[in-house]
């Protein structure tokens, strides 16, 4: 089973820029697109940004487009997630999940598509 683990979260002033790591236990350069979602304290979790495996496809969420990036580095199954001009209202725990995908194609902004989910690292935004 393919396990997401995230990192690299931790506290930023508004304006500022972070970026998130997500690596796996095992290999999903060839099979799995990645996406990241947040969750913010009283908030239904959202899509943030996704990534297809073969296509390089890329999917963000209007609130972080222009700001975030994704990209991922193949040789060691990790994607990323930049973030710029980070604002208060980014402030949340970030997800990382894989979905499998077979046509390398897909880059997926519906959460229940996505089969595997990290634990999540927390991102804070001070005004």
């Known amino acids: 089973q393919v396990q997401p683990v995230e990192s690299g979260g931790g506290v930023v002033q508004a304006g500022g820029s972070m970026t998130l790591s997500c690596t796996t236990t095992a290999r999903t350069s060839s099979s799995y697109a990645m996406g990241w979602f947040r969750q913010a304290p009283g908030k239904e979790r959202e899509f943030v940004a996704a990534i297809s495996w073969s296509s390089g496809d890329r999917v963000y969420a209007d609130s972080v487009k222009g700001r975030f990036t994704i990209f991922r580095d193949d040789a060691d199954d990790t994607v990323y997630v930049h973030m710029n001009n980070l604002k208060p209202e980014d402030t949340a725990v970030y997800y990382c999940?894989?979905?499998?995908?077979?046509?390398?194609?897909?880059?997926?902004?519906?959460?229940?598509?996505?089969?595997?989910w990290g634990q999540g690292t927390q991102v804070t935004v001070g005004q």
């Open positions: 999940a894989t979905h499998l995908d077979p046509s390398g194609r897909q880059a997926s902004s519906n959460a229940y598509e996505y089969d595997n």
